[in-house]
């Protein structure tokens, strides 16, 4: 059986929406593998072929991605996921 990887999350340092995804998650314990795209070509390279774009925050995690989003934006993709959500240990503050 494989495990799925900690999740990542693929930021630019000076990306506002990227400093509230990191809060965020942050507040909700998800440990991250945290990747800076501006620094490094390779992460930059993998965001782009996992997203499609350019732009950050993008949150990989095994198949379910969501790319340059809001928290609420976020939030609205893992609703759909309930099982991705629960395995996050996201809390659904909307119940």
């Known amino acids: 059986m494989s495990r799925i990887p900690k999740?990542?999350?693929y930021v630019k340092a000076d990306c506002p929406w990227c400093q509230q995804a990191l809060s965020f998650f942050n507040s909700q314990g998800v440990d991250l593998d945290l990747r800076e795209v501006t620094e490094n070509?390779?992460?930059m390279d993998a965001m782009v072929s996992i997203?499609?774009?350019t732009n950050a925050p993008t949150f990989e995690y095994g198949e379910f991605v969501v790319a340059d989003f809001s928290?609420?934006?976020f939030l609205a993709e893992l609703n759909e996921f309930p099982e991705v959500r629960h395995n996050l240990g996201i809390s659904d503050s909307e119940n």
Request: no cysteine; hydrophobic share 35%.
């Open 71 to 73: 928290v609420d934006e």
């Open 7 to 9: 999740p990542i999350l």
């Open 51 to 53: 997203s499609g774009q």
């Open 41 to 43: 070509a390779k992460d």
